[in-house]
């Protein structure tokens, strides 16, 4: 196949989804920076997604957040399905939201106390019953909890209680729903967090049932640990459910994907395709960006992230399988890793502007919004309502 | 001179600093929990500081904040100094603040916009006026600036502007005054931060004036930093202004001081000491603390983090350092460790509690303030106002 | 029970086993230097292994290299059991080694040559003989497999080849024997590992067998990352086999116990033992060191390794665990945090000397070391054999 | 100017330097996998560096180790410089060695004892020397000076000895020579390295004299630091003297440069190169190579590194200044940021090419390097004698 051909077989496949959350305002603990355009109701943000898909074609669905998004739990399903119609983008994946209530100050399904447990159980339950109604694979699950001094919780009891919730939310799944279990190590809980890393993740994942699977926020790594390795077990051991998408220079910063390390992403996304190369089919995962842009545009970074996600997907896509896997049984070192480099150093711009060109995209999505006028539009339509109040210190 | 003496002798020089937002609602980014007894206004902050002080016989001061304890700026000096004689606490640092306000989303002094940098100027003259009115040495200075991706600031640009300022702010200076200058390596800025550690923080302090000192806030460092060299360095270069007490387990945690790494703490207690034996009188130093409790309840954290601050610089007096000095000549590496080891393995508890009993303090300061009623009295007293609003994703 | 009855039912508890490569002359990258003391054959390291247990009371093993100290491999159990007999010391876990021979260079059972995995396995197989006919419970196994650049090598094809080899080994153990899987981030290689982290540890040991355990290396963790979770995690999967002790500040230092974080390993081994109480007894850990003093005089190291241990291990068994249970529940942070606090705060350096009497041990074992004149005798019998060769950069 | 006319005017001034032992066999502290190619002997190693600068273009000097290649001192000039002419390439830094001595267990200029310190003097003195008489501009330290255990060494008293050192060091230089003081977190020393960052290493060169410079090596960093900041700040600082070049993912991996993080580099030259942009000529830095190819061919990974710092090169040449500084000023974060990552997204692999080409080398070096049979013959030559030795656990 000539590259032209590889890339869009490859960005055929390419679907990413937003995060409703991406188009709010949002800071850091030491203050917000207001955006006059930022999305404050769910119709701005399936407004704004709408745009992104528009431009680049490649994010047909939108995360959904419980608690801010469908404040009235289930009852909202149909103005949910409304704005679906409306503008062309699905709802994707519900997360529940058990961090931000005052009950849950010592963890949610974490806590030592009975009651809040329960109706941290109850929130979840009622998530999937959003999930199923509004035909939606994935509930996505992070979890906040944990503690922030040595000795002020039991660890062991909080992963009992852990596995208990996670069972029974399991039960409470249809067939083709999934569950999304995320870890993170370290924020807000500062000293020990309940999932902190992926090996929790699939111990948990496991034990809650088949329909689990764990989920890969590219900021929620140790520094100096290897993503695509555990990419490549999650994938051997078919407990991989998907990703969140961003970057990061040390901590959990939520920057744009790969604004900080770029071939990491490639390498994350080789991995992925030569699974899908071995197997002879793309591995099921859900590829969905959790960022949290608190000084660039929030449309306009999206369309970053999501330009930049499809450079780097077609970059994997041209690494010549066959012969790494010759170099790799040779041990020919330079040669193979040659073969990951060669394909990085491709420019993939040209192929992924031809693509949208023939899908009738516009090929620069940047300049296209600028042009557009729509940040102008909503700036103005927003903004004397989003700049009333002011941040205060967190 | 016996333990005892020795630790008397030693806990008669710790002071310690507390800072007025240690006592009021604080959070993550990802939400507040708030506590009924928070303080408010200042006037509960100095109230709150003066039990810590009754308890601990350790904390004659309080730091400011600017914006948030003196909004009226110089013009509320009066009010501060009447607090300070009704509660027997002094002002202390002054810290300004440039970062909560939308103007600083690019950065204060180190913003592009020269209109910007200028209101950051006069707002550090001010804080230097501020601070002269009450008396205070000390003005500290933590900058957020910085930038969240590759490119988008221009790294020697601002560090021009950040020396500009910090040379035009001492001048303001009068001969009683110090800047203190901190550093940080990341959040809120996620990429490049203006003054990101000790040499960038000394290289500035140094072109600014002979008063211009480090400020070493021991969760600002790299995971793996040894911080107790830098604070031996910079004694030795005779930069070190203070410290900004903590600890943490992966980024800026705010945690209280020793909860993590207690003996990490007793290390940079020994530099200090170590050099104070050798000059013959202890370096002229800031101890402040700088934490966020915030699920710990925020009085009963900070008689807590005091507590062991002198529990560890009393265990720091009993290194034996005639026979330290000659182990570290002979390369007795085994025996010289141990004289810090040995040190560190004795309990401090009994000499701390004797020197509180010989100064009218209660011997077991956390036992005394659960009986005193204190924090009922202002629950009740604070509660309803502090929990009428309701957190919201940051 | 008093303090006193409470260290004593610990200290009987705990024993170490010793490193028999910790008594050799060990380096860094850069050179070694050479210690005219130091253990060359094995008969000297179980003598020096034998000082320390008498000095000690706590380690009647000895961890054996299978390259380094039974070259002949099976035949050379005879030998070793004379030995053990001469000192009354016992062989403890037997350590294949599969990193030195050139034909490792890309690894051992994860090596793409089929040839080479099957040297390994055979390697492994000899193994487990040897600790079969030695009456030795452990095999325990260090990889040094991975590779050193993205793309040189395939992840999921070692990940199988991996869990062939193990599962082969198991197969060969006897009823009374254990297999023990040790993970590391890296080092020596440097971009994968391919058993990097407990959770691959674990995936691999369930894979293996129900006689498979992960091996805990105190030294083998990312950076700010919570090793007491990852005991009591183990511990509740109950898949936890035992522990390499050492400290570090960065990477894999290999320092010895306690010498940098000891309120880390205090935490530690407080999960242990709280999983103990809630049990009704210990679990079944190997506790074994691994260290390389390689500036330290080397039996003195291994001394005060164990005498921190001893003292660390007593603290851990002073956390009153009834209080804490009910802190902990009511989520009373402070009280719950001051368990463990008060606990490591007390001096525990009398108890342990206290229980040496009364077994007969030198109370101050590092004086007795200096005056027993063993130091001094073998110095002057290995030395002249010992400094006959020069390092060179490695 | 074009692409093709930008390319080869950045690539026209990009001199880098080739470490003389990069070619020779070298490991990790587990053991060396031995190369049957690898240069012994100095002949052997400019010849093969010879080998490099044929097929790059990019690589007309050698750095030297005093004590491996001029064991003979300021006695091996001649010798070194008939080689120099014999194979057309200079002599470049020149580094002492003052680590693998058994004297220097407790440090060079660091060390507590007297006479060691007067012998490392004599060793740098004697290095100054032996680049004067070689017509070599600079002297590149590495200090390995340390401890491993707190307490073991007095922090400030080897800060004296080290300014005092460097200062000596200083006056013996010729008014054309350079000294470069090297930082480096940790190991060998694990606890606390004498020169442990860039800021005290620019710290004792001001103390040293004008002609003391810093010296970048790109492995020597903590995790998660800004390094392209530091280079930044030390080319404002006119302190920069030189990077030595590698790549790592965790420690100090010394790996082929740009083979973990390609942006990384990227950044830093575009740091340089903004620099030269704005002052109107290149900073003048020395490019130095410092890598250990533990498992890939030296000669092979040479090419490759020295092929990847070209491409990159000509990346960061290629960002649109103007623009950038438009975007900057503006806070135009996208569009700023967008001036490097197009930048780095342009495939500048055709650019390098055709300017070898212009240059009369070979537009694929890799592919000339296999066809040309050197390797094939210095294999046949050396490898008799380098594998007759067998490593041994280090």
């Known amino acids: 196949m000539s590259h032209e051909e590889i890339a869009a077989a490859a960005l055929d496949q390419l679907a990413i989804e937003l995060p409703s959350w991406g188009f709010a305002n949002t800071g850091t603990r030491f203050g917000k920076f207001l955006q006059a355009a930022a999305a404050t109701t769910l119709e701005e943000k399936f407004a704004d997604a709408a745009q992104v898909h528009q431009l680049t074609g490649a994010c047909p669905s939108l995360a959904l957040h419980v608690l801010w998004d469908l404040p009235g739990g289930i009852g909202d399903v149909a103005r949910v399905q409304a704005l679906e119609r409306q ?9 529940p939201n058990l961090f931000q209530d005052q009950r849950y100050k010592h963890g ?21 019953d959003i999930a199923r109604e509004l035909g939606v694979r994935d509930v996505s ?3 906040a ?17 852990f596995a208990e919730a996670l069972g029974m939310v399991h039960e409470r799944l249809s067939p083709a729903q999934r569950l999304l279990v995320e870890y993170k190590p370290f924020e807000p809980a500062f ?10 993740a699939l111990v948990l994942a496991r034990d809650a049932g088949a329909q689990a699977f764990v989920l890969v926020d590219t900021g929620h790594h ?7 390795q555990i990419v490549a077990w999650l994938l051997d051991e078919e407990r991989l459910g998907g990703f969140h998408f961003n970057d990061r220079k040390y901590a959990d910063d939520d920057l744009t994907l790969g604004s900080i390390d770029p071939y990491q992403v490639f390498r994350i996304f080789h991995e992925i395709q030569q699974a899908a190369w071995e197997q002879g089919h793309p591995p099921d995962l859900a590829y969905m960006v959790d ?17 930049t ?26 040669q193979a890793e040659r073969c990951l480099t060669e394909a990085f150093a491709t420019d993939t711009r040209p192929l992924v502007r031809a693509w949208a060109e023939a899908h009738g995209l516009p090929p620069d999505p940047y300049a296209a919004f600028r042009e557009s006028g729509y940040l102008e539009t909503i700036t103005r339509e927003r903004g004397a309502r989003n700049l009333s109040s002011v941040t205060s210190y967190a």
Chains 1, 2, 3, 4 share one sequence.
């Open 87 to 95: 503008h062309g983008v699905r709802a994707g994946a519900i997360n």
């Open 108 to 128: 949610s399904v974490g806590n030592p106390d009975p009651a809040v447990r329960a109706e941290a159980l109850a929130h979840l339950r009622e998530s999937v």
């Open 141 to 143: 699950l992070w979890f």
């Open 145 to 161: 909890d944990g503690s922030n001094y040595p000795g002020t919780q039991h660890i062991r009891k909080r992963k009992h209680w």
């Open 191 to 200: 000293y020990h967090t309940d999932i902190a890393d992926w090996g929790m």
């Open 222 to 228: 140790y520094l100096g640990q290897n993503i695509e």
């Open 291 to 307: 960022q949290s842009h608190n000084l660039k545009g929030k449309i306009e970074a999206m369309i970053q992230t999501v330009r």
């Open 309 to 334: 996600a499809q450079e780097l997907w077609v970059k994997a896509a041209l690494v010549d399988r066959a012969a790494l896997a010759v170099h790799q049984s040779a041990c020919d070192l330079v």
